[in-house]
């Protein structure tokens, strides 16, 4: 049980993930929150939209009803922070607490600004990550109104197929990731299973379109990443592309790739876990550093399903359809997102 049916009733989806996987990261971690630990260990938790299906059924409530039948849960249904909120009240997290509303890039952030806490000595634990309840129709019809959305209905389970040159548009997807991030030698010395270690965190603006990406921003979002860890780009080994399989995006995020890499982009594999998870919005960039954390971890690389037809320009190894085993010891991963805001992380293997 991650919440009794009194804290569930009154709260939105996008909360209850949000407390369901930092219970699940926390059991993982064997991390203790002592009373002495607790001030030391903070929250930061992305999310692009918050509560958006209880905002859409309290505005029927009060169209239909009236302003006295609003729930007094209202309010902290809606706002983004809540999530953070939630997760430092149930397990005691008394350290920074804040929370990412950056669009699809929001959990990369999160899990940035986290790591960044660590270095400075705000912190020595964190949970870190997103959440995103988005499944309802106002949304659907949202993303629709953009054209942003794929029309392959009567195959939904093909319809997400980043880089493919069929590919259409993205699959809205729902729920939440989190990390446990710690200060290395405190996690050391408890004897924690260490998956990997976050050596880089870059940012970006394209400065450019509301919705359509540049080439430059995610370019430099990445080199932001690799000076920030001091990692030379002859050492990432893998990349989970942000891939969301819309046709503007995968082409520019394989040219921005080859603009960072070089001839060597042709040697590094690259995958969209998207193709399998559909697009959590803010939650994306959490559940991709895990997935690109687990690749570091047990040697296997995720693959890109629905890859059928190749496109002219999208020419890199994405990993077609079958998961690769590959002994890799540096990953990057890409978050981009609406208003042109760029994430990339980096994590390295523990010897």
Sequence with gaps: IYMNAKEARKTD???QYAVASAKLALEDSGLEITE??????????GSGIGGMETYVNTVLTM??????RLSPFFITNIINNMAAGYVSIFFNAKGPNCCTTTA????????????MAIRNGEAEAMFAGGTEAPCIPLTFAGFNAMRALSTRNNEPERASRPFDKERDGFIIGEGSGMLILEEMERAKKRGARIYAEIVG???SSDA????????????RCMLAALRDGGVNPDEIEYINAHGTSTPLNDSNESNAIKQVFGQRAYKIPVSSTKSMTGHLLGAAGAVEAAFTVLALDQGILPPTINYEFPDPECDLDYVPNEARKADIKT????SFGFGGTNASL???KID
């Design 63 to 68: 169209a239909e009803k009236g302003p006295g």
């Design 104 to 115: 699809c890039a929001a959990s990369a952030h999160a899990i940035g600004y986290a790591a």
């Design 331 to 334: 990953a990057l991963s890409n």
């Design 201 to 203: 965190y870059g940012m």
């Design 208 to 219: 450019s379109h509301i919705t359509a990406p540049s080439l430059d921003g995610p370019e």
């Design 13 to 15: 989806a996008f909360i």
């Design 346 to 348: 980096i994590f390295r």
């Design 36 to 45: 002495e630990l607790s001030p030391l260990t903070g929250t930061i938790i």
